[in-house]
């Protein structure tokens, strides 16, 4: 047993902290001596080495004591997964410092590579592993999803760009997913408002009228004025997305993945997502701007 002063030395962790992990239900002490001193055996500090690793890999205290609390909780399968995280997380953290060093020496590198998602990823892995029955029911099949994290995986380079754009940064953006992941259920019923449903409605207006008459060629103004709709629609209803050609160029490859192609077909007709790729792409080369 080691007193509550010589886990704090140990660890470095301050002993009102350690109080605070036992006021909150994080970390409890094995014994109480007869004048309330707190006692802690390996057991527990095995559990606060799990809670510091945890900590490092950005998790909240309350998440942490959501985890640990789990019936079918793991520590050796948890550290394995932890990991694996940190893994990719010093691999990122290298891949930083040699941009750096790069930019330091003057060199031109307009490069997003670096800025990789592979926090995001494993999140959506773990989506995947722990909300199955979630994702058969908005995305049809776990190989819908499959293809889903496939596709963030081929076009990673573009959507990091894309969220450095919007979000600031890759930090930003992984935590506003992650956030959407942890709370997959309850956004998804509370969006599913009147006003959600509406926006749903004119975006399926859209699609139908441009998706008519497969024969009309793209570039006609009739087609681009429909597309024009409903890039307006996307800018209006989403304040932070930049309708310009990066964000269009994600749209184009959205509707090319064979998920996204599948639904579309079947909900417009065959050949209906490529000819909306076609649209779109031809919006992009001829009214958006590059900004890039």
């Known amino acids: 047993m080691r007193t509550i002063s010589q886990v704090a030395k140990l660890t470095g962790i301050s002993t009102r902290t350690l ?15 007869e004048s309330g001193y707190r006692l802690y055996d390996d057991e527990a500090l095995q559990k606060l080495q799990q809670i510091l690793f945890f900590k490092e890999l950005g998790f909240k205290l309350k998440e ?39 930019l330091e020496k003057g060199e031109q590198c307009m490069s997003f590579k670096e800025f990789d998602l592979s926090d995001y990823i494993a999140a959506l892995e773990d989506f995947k592993n722990n909300s199955t029955d979630d994702i058969i029911k908005h995305w049809g099949s776990i190989e819908n999803f499959d293809m889903f994290i496939q596709k963030i995986k081929d076009d990673e380079a573009k959507l990091a760009k894309l969220a450095i754009q919007q979000f600031g940064s890759i930090e930003k953006y992984t935590e506003a997913m992650k956030h959407n992941l942890e709370h997959f259920s309850e956004l998804i019923e509370t969006q599913l408002t009147e ?25 006609s103004p009739k087609i ?12 209006k209803n989403s304040t932070s997305v930049s309708l310009d050609k990066p964000y269009i160029n994600i749209l184009i490859d959205t509707f090319s993945s064979d998920y996204i192609k ?20 031809y919006y992009s080369e001829n009214n958006a701007s590059e900004n890039n």
């Open 64 to 102: 942490i004591k959501e985890i640990l609390q789990k019936p079918d909780f793991d520590r050796i399968k948890a550290f394995k997964r932890q990991k694996e995280l940190l893994l990719l997380k010093r691999n990122r953290t290298d891949r930083l410092i040699q941009l750096l060093s790069r």
């Open 262 to 281: 599948s639904m579309t077909d079947s909900k417009y007709g065959k050949g209906a997502s490529d000819y909306i790729v076609k649209a779109f792409h």
């Open 19 to 33: 109080q605070y992990y036992d006021e909150i239900g994080l970390l409890k002490p094995s014994e109480l001596t």
């Open 195 to 219: 006003e959600v449903k509406e926006i749903g409605k004119q975006s399926d207006i859209l699609y139908g009228r441009l998706t008519t008459d497969l024969s009309e060629d793209v570039s």
């Open 224 to 235: 681009q004025s429909i597309v024009h709709e409903l890039l307006q629609l996307i800018q």
